[in-house]
Each structure stands twice: as structure tokens, then as C-alpha cells.
């Protein structure tokens, strides 16, 4: 009852402005009154060459920066909530910094992984982002968000299988100005925020950016007690960075950029909440016990409002993150037909933290006698587990998975790209390596001390045996050589508006692995390395019905690379799984580009899909193997999205998509003990925003954006097995910004915001694994914002 309400009061709240209405693009800040009306033109670079969005003949969604200001979005995870059609975003086990971005059916249900690849590749000003650690972190002054929806292997290559996402900064202007920012708002948010631009001495100019951003936990951390060495509240957050970029004209056909950025992000991941399956669950397979499902603590949690306090005082640290790299780029125009480009790029990351899960999975009984608490050893830098030397415990809980992951990467790319009377081309060489360290150990961290086992106690994370137990440790290394081309030929027989297209990319991708420590016994296990050599092509054929009408039908394929899971026992390696996808979409500006409507339907046929299943959901699930699926999954699907401005000042919007997809019999001799789904794959989600902006006399500019987004409900986890249970991931939020804007005082704009963020305060799973356990939607958040640019 409680979620039909809410869609009814979304409903409400939109119908008197313009129906249901989606997130797309917003009215950019210097479109507004006085100035052309009609749908933003938005220039991305998705084919290496800027074009504008409705040129490209691929199913791309971007944001401009006008777009993400109006809707506060300020990291990949404010794309959660409500994503572009055909994708979904999870939190990795609660985490702000740590995301599963799926895209069409293409999943990762592990990334937090050193050894393991995503299915989807990140970019940074076209700077590969090897690990997903780090991924949600705040953005540094984007210009643009581009998401590019299918596989992209031949101009991206190795993981870009489900599609890309590039986010492109804002580069230096060599005039002085800039702009700055504070939001403040409950749960004690804060966000400061600067850029700087300086004037351009010699040919070089220089932009600074810095951000500091926090916010308390969603939810607190039980009653303060002494024993416990750390105690944060659940899903709270500090990051701060800066960054600093260089641009270089020594002459007008030669642009050298380079740029350094550094941050640092503690973040708690979420509060695990317990609830009992729905009434009428029917397990399809023998019932595992009922501790399965109340796991180590009494279910007092429900699945659709939020926890305000922790059943019990539990030890809980942060995860801290660190990210740095340089990046040169360099491009000349050696003629106004051909311009050669180069990037360079250096970075490395590191996390390391404990996440803890609260005693949402499994109880371990220690005999009716129990044990002495000695027996328990005390981890990750503790000496007591803070109860008194006499205690006897009779049961053991409270799983804290503590991981490291270091990574270091070196990348070059050199393209060429040109433009001939009757041929647009792209040649392109690549090289990638990378470095990456991953430790990790399940520590326990609750203690019952009565055989009844009526009285739990969160402690310091212990492990049984020896200090060593469940510790390992590995190292990986992958080198990948590639070259590409794609050319597109617009035949002058043809009135310039048929455009074929081809592509083809060549890749050597090499990867070694190594165990050093398992189960905290040194232990050198070098792993089957992983060691292929592909071509991928894509192929596309675009018309242009009219000036502001085109088709499209295309094939195109890629690859995730293969390796070995870190949670493995037997360090078992798995192989490329390889998504070869068809599609057909049409892209149309109409009205007088008061209308904008872009569509496409495509089948994905995903060959050897990777797999990650748990070994023992109810004993340990910190155990899994990852394998390749025999035979073909098949996802199709399609989505819509349509913009309207008819009049100065007004846009709204909607998105919908369709996904279906369809297991091979295989998948049942993988696993003949449990239940293997195809995550993240909602069969109707829609997404709906509008914009307006008046002028006010003698004042500024009054803005207003209000979005909602829902989505049906998908399987959050791949594997369950029979007998268990894991609730389904799910989507139903709004989101409203006011802004009075461009206030002139003197030589400063001043811009005066109130927001809010889950406007009812709806609550929905956004992660969940197997034993009825799941993370929820962030509460509602609503706050004040007060910027000003010069």
C-alpha cells in the first residue's frame, strides 16, 4: 500500500504540469529566455570526432552540465535513481564509492574484485578506468556525461561489452573567472566546491578545481559503548579532492592538455536490513533453516521504510579510497582533413576497509558447553574483543569482510583521425597495462553469551583458530596491445544521406595471476593465465530520411576479459565472455527541434557468460567461483526517449525500456543446487523529469526541475540457491530542485538553490544477496545550496 500511494502522489504531483515525465537532458543555462527555443544540441565524442548526439548511429544518452547542475548530480551514484533506459546501478554491497553499472543484461555482480573485469568501461577524459573502486566517486566540474548503451569494442575495446560511460571535464579557458559553491542540508551535508580559471600567460593556461563533500549516516550505529575500537553510523561519507589542468597552444593546430588529480573518500557502507521472505514464499527445494533467514539477530527490519538505529551497537570503519593520475594529451591538426592525438595516462587507486554486514548472514553455534572467549582472536588491529575474559560464548556471528585492493595502470593511445570528401576515418594503436594487488579476510564481529543465545553483543572483529584464518592474498597483471579502424562513406550518389559504416579492432590481452596466501598459510598458486588474441568488428548502416529524421541498423560486438576469482578455494580461472549484439534505431529532432524522439530495439546474444556463483550462501558467502556459462544468453529489449520544449523556458521529458531476457539449458548443469537469474534486467522502467525557468524582473531567472523514475522488479543477485531466498532489486523515487539564478551583484552571479531527494522518503531495495537481506534507497535528503560565478 505504501508504494501504490507513492505512485499515486507522483502522479499528482506531475499531472497538473505536463504527464509523466522523464530525466533527460535539462534546459542548458544559456537557453533560456531571449535565446532560440527548442531541444539542447548536445556534441559528444563517441566516435572519436565531434558530432552532434543526434548524428551518432549509437543509442547514447548525455548529460550536459547545465543538465547534472539542475539535478544536483554530483557522482556517478546520482545517476542511481534514475539512469538512462537499459541501465541499472547498484551500490557493490552499500557502498558511495564502489558501483555495479549494468547495461542491457550485460552484469557484474562482483566488482569489487582485483582479479576480475566490469562489463562496463569507464572513461575519464578517454582515460580507462581499470577497477571499479573509486567509480562513484565525486565529480570534478564535468562538462559532459556521455552513456553509451550496446558493446563498443571496436573503438573502446576489452569490457566495454555492455557499452561505455565517458565523462569529459571541463578544460581550461585562459580567462580569469570561475565559480564556487556550499549546499548544506540534513544529515549534516556539506559540499564545497571551487573552480578557478587564470588568465593565459604564454600560451598556457591553468584551471584549479577542489571539492569537500560529507554527509552523517543514514543510519546510526546503536547505543555508543566503550568496547568497540570503531563505531561510524551506516552509509556515511567524506571525500575531498582537487585537480589541476593545463592547456597548451604554442601554435593554433597544436592543443597539449595535462591534468593531476588526487582524492580521498571514506565512506560506511549501508545498513543491511533483515527481513522475513514474503508470506506464502514457496523455496523450490528443501527449506534451509530458519537461521537462514533471521540470520544472527531478531528481523525487525522491513523491507519498505528505512532503519533509523542499528539493532545493536556494532564495530563498523570505513572503507577509504584513494585515487590519483596524470593525464597528457596532445593533439595537432596536420591539416584541416587529418589530426593526430595522443593520451598518456598514469594512475593508481587503492581501497581498504572492512564491510560490515551486520549479522544478516548465518549463526555458527560453538557447542552446548560453548567456548572461552580466548578461543576468539582478535583482528584488524585490535587486542580485546571487549567483553571480560570470563565470558563463555555459545554462538558466533556478524561477518565483516575485510579487503585491500591496490592498483596501479600505465595506458597510450595514438589516433588519426579524418575527414575526406566522401569518407569520415578513425585509425588508432593501444596499449594498456596494469598492476593489481587484493587481499582480503572475513573477520565475525557479534558474540551470543548465553547458550539461549538471547544476549548478542556486536565486538571487535575476531577470527577462530589463528589470526591468519581466512586470509588471502593475490596478485594479477594484464597487458593488452590492440589497433583499431572505422571508416564511414557517405556516397555523393546517394544525396550525401546513406552512411556506411565499418569497424574492426584487433587485441593481444594477456593476464597472470597469483596466490601468495590462503586461508593465511603461504601458499604460491600461480593461476591459469589468461591469454587471448580477437578481433571484434561492427558494422552499421544509417539513412537520413530527412534533414531531421535518421535510421540505423547495426552489428556490433565485445568482450569482457577473463581471469580468476579471488574467492575462489582451487583459484579456478573462467574465460571472455562476449556479447554480439544487433540493433535498429531511429533519431529524430521534429517541430522545429521543439520535439525530440530517439528509439532502438536490440537482441544481445552474450556466448560463455561469466558467472559468479556463491559456493555456501548459508555458511560463508564470502566463497565463490566464477564460471562460463555454455551456450548463449539472449537479452533483448527497447527503449524510448522523447524530449519536448514547446515554448521558451519549458522542457519535459520520458524514457521507457523493455528488457527480456532468456537463459540455454546449460545453465541448470552449472549448477544443478541453486537458481541462476540474469540480474538487473527490469521489464518496464520509466523515467520522467520537467524544466522550467522564468525570467524575473529585474532580479534573475527562476528554475525549476522536478524528475521521478520507477522500475520493475529485477533479481539484484545472480545466484540463489534452492531452498534460500533474496529479494528482488526495485526503483521508485522524485527528485525536485528551485533555483533563483543569474542574480547580478557587482561583477558576481549568485545562484540561491533548495533541493530534495526522495521527495516521499520511499524506501526499495537497491542491493540484496541471498539470506533475505537487503540494502535500501537512501532516505529522503533535502538541503539549501548558494553559489556565484565571476
Avoid: C
Avoid at 562496463?120 to 562538462?143: F, H, K, N, S, W
Avoid at 528509439?599 to 565463490?624: C, K, S
Avoid at 538487473?680 to 525549476?704: M, Q, W
Amino acid at each position: 500500500m505504501r508504494k501504490a500511494t507513492n505512485y499515486v502522489r507522483a502522479g499528482v504531483s506531475l499531472a497538473g504540469m505536463a504527464a509523466i515525465l522523464a530525466v533527460s537532458p535539462a534546459l542548458s543555462q544559456d537557453q533560456g529566455w531571449g535565446q532560440d527555443q527548442g531541444v539542447e544540441e548536445i556534441i559528444v565524442t563517441a566516435q572519436k570526432r565531434e558530432e552532434n548526439m543526434q548524428d551518432v548511429p549509437i543509442a547514447v544518452t548525455a548529460f550536459s552540465s547545465a543538465a547534472l547542475e539542475a539535478r544536483g548530480a554530483t557522482a556517478l551514484t546520482s545517476l542511481l535513481q534514475s539512469p538512462p533506459p537499459g541501465v541499472v546501478m547498484q551500490p557493490f554491497a552499500g557502498s558511495q564509492s564502489l558501483l555495479i553499472v549494468d547495461i542491457r543484461g550485460v552484469t557484474n555482480g562482483d566488482p569489487g574484485q582485483g582479479t576480475a573485469e566490469m562489463g562496463t568501461a569507464v572513461y575519464i577524459d578517454d582515460v580507462y578506468l581499470g577497477r571499479a573502486q573509486g567509480m562513484g566517486a565525486e565529480l570534478a566540474d564535468p562538462e559532459r556525461i556521455e552513456i553509451l548503451r550496446g558493446p563498443q569494442g571496436t573503438l573502446f575495446g576489452r569490457n566495454a561489452e555492455g557499452g561505455a560511460i565517458r565523462i569529459v571535464t571541463k578544460k581550461p579557458t585562459g580567462q580569469w573567472g570561475g565559480n564556487a559553491k556550499f549546499v548544506y542540508g540534513n544529515f549534516d551535508q556539506q559540499r564545497y566546491e571551487a573552480h578557478l580559471n587564470l588568465p593565459s600567460i604564454a600560451g598556457f593556461a591553468i584551471k584549479l578545481d577542489y571539492l569537500n563533500s560529507s554527509h552523517d549516516g543514514w543510519t546510526r550505529n546503536g547505543p555508543r559503548v566503550d568496547r568497540l575500537a570503531r563505531q561510524d553510523d551506516f552509509g556515511a561519507l567524506e571525500a575531498e579532492g582537487y585537480r589541476g589542468s593545463v592547456r597548451w597552444q604554442p601554435t593554433d593546430s597544436i592543443t597539449v592538455d595535462y591534468a593531476y588529480d588526487h582524492s580521498v573518500t571514506r565512506d560506511t557502507r549501508d545498513y543491511n536490513v533483515l527481513v522475513r521472505p514474503p508470506f506464502g514464499f514457496a523455496p523450490n527445494g528443501p527449506l534451509t533453516p530458519l537461521a537462514t533467514f533471521q540470520g544472527a539477530r531478531p528481523i525487525t527490519d522491513r523491507l519498505h521504510e528505512r532503519t533509523d538505529t542499528a539493532w545493536t551497537s556494532l564495530y563498523n570503519g570505513p572503507f577509504v579510497n584513494k585515487a590519483s593520475g596524470h593525464m597528457l594529451q596532445a593533439a595537432w591538426d596536420l591539416n584541416d582533413a587529418l589530426t593526430l592525438r595522443s593520451i598518456t595516462a598514469f594512475r593508481k587507486t587503492s581501497e581498504e576497509g572492512a564491510n560490515q554486514l551486520g549479522g544478516a548472514f548465518t549463526l555458527s553455534r560453538l557447542g552446548a558447553a560453548g567456548l572461552p572467549i580466548a578461543a576468539l582472536v582478535p583482528g584488524l588491529g585490535t587486542t580485546s574483543l571487549g567483553l571480560p575474559s570470563s565470558t563463555r560464548v555459545y554462538a558466533i556471528s556478524g561477518v565483516t569482510a575485510y579487503n585491500v585492493v591496490d592498483q596501479k595502470q600505465e595506458s597510450q593511445e595514438f589516433q588519426l583521425v579524418g575527414s575526406l570528401p566522401e569518407v569520415e576515418f578513425v585509425l588508432g594503436a593501444y596499449y594498456f597495462h596494469e598492476r593489481v594487488k587484493d587481499v582480503r579476510q572475513t573477520f565475525l564481529s557479534i558474540a551470543y553469551t548465553d547458550a539461549a543465545l538471547t544476549q548478542a553483543y556486536g565486538v571487535n572483529p575476531f577470527t577462530v583458530g589463528s589470526a591468519g584464518a581466512g586470509l588471502s592474498a593475490q596478485n594479477a597483471e594484464s597487458t593488452s596491445y590492440a589497433g583499431f579502424a572505422q571508416a564511414t562513406w557517405t556516397p555523393a550518389f546517394a544525396d550525401d544521406r546513406l552512411h556506411l559504416t565499418a569497424g574492426l579492432r584487433y587485441t593481444s590481452d594477456k593476464k597472470t595471476f597469483e596466490r601468495t596466501l590462503f586461508n593465511g598459510v603461504p601458499a604460491i598458486t600461480n593461476g591459469q593465465p589468461f591469454d587471448e588474441k580477437r578481433w571484434d568488428p561492427a558494422f552499421t548502416i544509417a539513412y537520413d530520411i530527412t534533414d531531421a529524421i535518421n535510421a540505423y541498423v547495426k552489428y556490433s560486438q565485445a568482450y569482457r576479459a577473463g581471469g580468476v576469482s579471488v574467492r575462489s578455494p582451487n583459484f579456478k580461472p573462467f574465460g571472455a565472455e562476449v556479447n554480439k549484439a544487433y540493433e535498429f534505431g531511429i533519431k529524430s529532432d521534429l517541430l522545429d527541434r521543439r520535439l525530440r524522439v530517439n528509439a532502438a530495439i536490440f537482441e544481445n546474444r552474450v556466448h560463455n557468460r561469466q558467472i559468479t556463483a556463491q559456493l555456501d550462501p548459508t555458511g560463508n558467502p564470502a566463497v565463490t567461483d566464477t564460471l562460463n556459462a555454455p551456450g548463449v544468453t539472449r537479452i533483448r529489449g527497447g527503449e524510448l526517449e522523447i524530449v519536448a520544449a514547446p515554448s521558451r523556458g519549458f522542457q519535459a521529458s520520458v524514457t521507457y525500456a523493455y528488457l527480456s531476457g532468456k537463459r540455454p539449458p546449460s545453465y541448470m548443469q552449472i549448477d544443478p543446487n541453486a537458481e541462476l537469474r540474469i540480474q538487473s534486467l527490469p521489464k518496464h522502467a520509466i523515467t520522467a523529469a520537467i524544466d522550467y525557468s522564468v525570467p524575473i524582473a529585474n532580479v534573475g531567472n527562476l528554475a525549476f526541475h522536478m524528475d521521478y523514475a520507477m522500475a520493475s522488479k529485477t533479481p539484484g543477485t545472480g545466484r540463489v540457491a534452492y531452498g534460500a531466498f533474496a529479494w528482488d532489486i526495485d526503483r521508485d523515487v522524485a527528485n525536485a530542485r528551485i533555483a533563483l539564478q543569474d542574480i547580478k551583484l557587482g561583477p558576481v552571479k549568485w545562484r540561491l538553490a533548495f533541493f530534495g531527494k526522495n521527495l516521499f522518503d520511499t524506501a526499495y531495495p537497491v542491493f540484496t544477496s541471498p539470506g533475505a537481506n537487503a540494502i535500501l534507497s537512501p532516505p529522503r535528503t533535502y538541503g539549501v545550496e548558494l553559489g556565484g560565478a565571476f
